[in-house]
């Protein structure tokens, strides 16, 4: 008997949906390892409203990176670009107070955290 993981209601264009995020996960957990960095997927590790503040949205969406987790004296940045030239700045600017931290994430994961 063949057992199907899907929702019964699940419709072409949801399946199609879930499949593409699944391989944007997979290309930046690979674009991860590729750059010697670790991987974080946003939809499964919420961001904190708090750190997120450290960047404007402009900044962000330029840097193309988001500061996403605290703990004590470090923060940890999650970015589909890890060589953008502005992410570098903003990393610099946080090295002055902070232990930070590179992760790679997708541009889903990037967009849901925004």
Not at 7 to 29: C, D, F, K, M, Y
Not at 38 to 56: E, G, K, Q, R
Request: hydrophobic fraction near 40%; avoid cysteine; proline fraction near 5%.
């Amino acid at each position: 008997m063949h057992r199907s993981f899907l929702h019964p209601n699940a419709t072409a264009s949801s399946i199609s949906g879930q499949i593409n995020r699944q391989l944007e996960e997979v290309n930046a957990e690979e674009q991860a390892k590729l750059a010697g960095l670790p991987y974080v997927n946003l939809h499964l590790s919420p961001a904190d409203l708090n750190v997120i503040s450290l960047f404007t949205e402009e900044e962000a969406r330029q840097a193309e990176g988001i500061p996403f987790s605290k703990d004590h004296t470090t923060i940890r940045v999650a970015t589909t670009n890890p060589g953008n030239p502005l992410l570098q700045q903003k990393m610099e600017e946080l090295a002055k107070r902070f232990t930070v931290k590179m992760y790679v994430t997708s541009r889903a994961g990037f967009l849901y955290a925004l």
